[in-house]
């Protein structure tokens, strides 16, 4: 068995002593039905039956090591990690998935840069364009693996919900070369003993390990994460690939089993809090409940990483998706920051909701130099979030406190659909105080999975009715994520049973320092830069392909102007392609006028998509409220697309 190097060793078993106790909960409710349920307090100050909430601890008096809480350790080591690899600040945009994994295998243990898959289609756009202006790179170019350079030219056909062939090939290939190693050969020892031996010779400790399924297209985001973090992967068989469904407890079982052996074979120390593994990434569409008996669920997330008397050894978090999606999910974590929040608190200011008050969470934010908005009594009303949503969210992370199920939430009182959740300018974080948010997060019908098809990236919700005292006070989460904490950790009561709230996140995101941008060329030959093909596009009067690519760059008042223009002056131009790239950067920029006129010509698939009509919804409501010259043709667009599940609503 291989030993850490004694100064590694030194840092990774500092203890975890108790932090100070948070302030009493008062009462027990439901964020579902504001049910107050009866608790035997017992003497002293309320605690929720097996949950402790410690804050973390100012960080303008340094703690001695010894005291960080564990989730602390984890954090920093994850964002150490990263701050010690330059950032070249190109983003790479490639169009199939064997050349993002010959992409990722050009990084290095001192540099790495994005790497984004452009399918082609809308969808994928926007979430390039939303990473774009988030992490404001000095250029956007566009590279594509040559088969010819290599033996073997595996198939680049994609599907929405099974790998390629090969994935894992592709992967390990990669992940092996990204860390200076030579790729996998069939007489060499299995990949992640070789990898882990090389980190720690280099006084590097994994934080963490990776679980994928070759079957899966999220191995898109376990390659890119273990290239990050330096984190080994446990490729296995999952029992189902179904993010919206449920596993049986003896199925949960086994998977922990095999991923407790695996981190037994890492020959790494795992245990314990506190150690080298203290994380758990699932990349792959694992179900995320657990049906512990008929319609009673717990979360997936919450049992992996515990042992079988329910003490943690690890936090566990899931990224799922497409593997254009799931690379998009992960590159988020990796390479952006908290800079901005918006906080939105639907409770009142009685006993117990206030202990969740947002706008305490909000004062901590803007002390950190975060951009804060904040919408909170008496500005926490339906009327103020509709007027809120109806322009995009520029916020990297996001706070919001609700009651409700599945497909709606209530703010104040009042009914918000999921159709209400507003478009994002940028990726975001979120943590939701919510019952039931994450019952079917693939599904953008409910309330996470329309949070996520808009851009939430990370994701901290409930899969069940987990009640009140089940979800980290707000603003205790935000000092926990201000202090370092790792995203997974600060989600989590610091001691708890097996229960309801899950994690769909890289768990080792963390609020943290900026990594060093580096001025060096990317180890890629023949890359075509997306400034170049806009030229030609514009030289060419190619309008579709022009806007694509503003899009791309983050470009959307430049896109809004000459759309214009090209309306007044070769309005014949307009076809489906052109209003396709051109539409959100439309809504985006407020050219109200000109997305309706580009919304009455666009192709079926996304005129009937949900993402498109609540754009439209949001135009229309403005229109219709403003009285505009426009607003009649706004109200025959929004009737022709009346959104089935919020019929009656709408």
């Known amino acids: ?219 898109t985001a376990a390659l890119a994460l273990a290239a990050a973090r330096a984190q080994p992967i446990l490729w296995t068989t999952l029992p189902k690939l179904s993010v919206d469904s449920s596993i049986s407890p003896a199925q949960a079982e086994a998977v922990c089993a095999q991923i407790e052996q695996f981190a037994t074979q890492s020959r790494l120390p795992w245990r314990a809090l506190g150690d080298a593994i203290d994380a758990v990434t699932i990349a792959a569409a694992l179900p995320g409940r657990i049906e512990t008996q008929p319609k009673e669920f717990i979360a997936t997330t919450d049992r992996i990483g515990r042992h079988p008397d329910a003490g943690r050894w690890a936090w566990a978090g899931q990224i799922f998706g497409s593997e254009p999606r799931a690379a998009y999910r992960a590159m988020c974590s990796i390479f952006l920051r ?127 009715e987990p009640y009140l005292q089940a979800f980290v006070p707000t603003p205790i989460f935000a000092q926990r994520l201000l202090g370092g904490m790792a995203f997974g950790a600060a989600g989590r009561g610091d001691s708890s049973k097996v229960w309801r709230i899950t994690v769909l996140a890289d768990p080792l995101y963390a609020y943290r320092p900026v990594s060093p941008r580096q001025e060096i060329d990317l180890p890629l030959e023949g890359t075509i830069s997306l400034e170049e093909e806009l030229k030609e596009a514009a030289g060419a009067g190619r309008y579709a392909e022009m806007f694509a690519a503003l899009s791309l760059l983050g470009r959307d008042s430049a896109t809004a102007r000459l759309f214009g223009a090209m309306l007044r002056d070769a309005p014949q131009s307009l076809d489906a392609g052109v209003a396709e790239a051109a539409l959100f950067a439309l809504f985006r920029t407020g050219t109200d006028e000109a997305f309706l006129h580009a919304y009455t010509v666009l192709p079926e698939d996304l005129a009937g998509d949900l993402h498109a009509v609540d754009a439209l919804w949001f135009v229309g409501r403005r229109a219709v ?24 609503a709408d």
């Open 1 to 219: 068995m291989r030993h850490l190097p004694a100064a590694l060793l030194t840092t990774l078993l500092l203890c975890c002593l108790p932090l100070g106790a948070t302030e009493p909960l008062d009462g027990v409710r439901s964020p579902c039905d504001g049910v107050i349920l009866p608790l035997d307090t017992g003497a002293g100050p309320f605690q929720a039956p097996g949950l402790v909430f410690s804050p973390q601890p100012d960080t303008t008096q340094p703690e001695p090591a010894a005291r960080l809480h564990p989730g602390v350790q984890l954090g920093r080591r994850a964002g150490m990690t990263l701050a010690a690899r330059g950032v070249i600040p190109t983003v790479v945009l490639v169009p199939d998935p064997a050349s993002y994994a010959e992409a990722i295998a050009g990084w290095t243990p001192s540099t790495i840069y994005p790497v984004l898959i452009d399918d082609g289609s809308w969808k994928t756009r926007e979430d390039i364009a939303r990473f774009v202006r988030s992490f404001k790179p000095e250029s956007v170019v566009r590279w594509q693996f040559d088969p010819a350079t290599s033996a073997s030219a595996p198939p680049t056909e994609m599907r929405p919900r099974r790998a390629i062939r090969g994935a894992r090939a592709l992967a390990e290939s990669a992940l092996a070369r990204a860390w200076g190693l030579e790729a996998q050969t069939p007489d060499d020892e299995p990949l992640h003993h070789r990898l882990v031996a090389h980190w720690l010779d280099n006084s590097l400790a994994p934080p963490g390990l990776i679980v994928a399924d070759e079957r899966d297209p999220a191995w």
């Open 338 to 464: 908290i800079e901005s929040a918006w906080l939105f608190d639907g409770y009142d200011s009685t006993q117990p909701w206030v202990q969740w008050d947002c706008t305490r969470a909000a004062e901590y934010l803007k002390k950190a130099d975060i951009f804060t908005m904040l919408d909170d009594e008496p500005n926490n009303r339906l009327r103020d979030w509709k007027l809120r949503a109806e322009r995009p969210i520029h916020a990297d992370l996001i706070l919001i406190n609700s009651s409700g199920n599945r497909a709606w939430f209530d703010l104040a009182g009042s009914r918000a659909r999921a159709g209400d959740i507003p478009l994002l300018d940028v990726p975001a974080a979120m943590h939701i105080v919510h019952s039931w948010s994450a019952v079917s997060p693939g599904r953008p019908a409910t309330v996470a999975g329309r949070w996520l098809e808009h851009g939430v990236f990370a994701y901290i919700g409930s899969v069940h």
């Open 625 to 648: 409220r403003e009285r505009s010259d426009y607003h009649e043709a706004a109200l025959t667009l929004m009737a022709a697309h009346i959104r089935e599940v919020q019929k009656e």
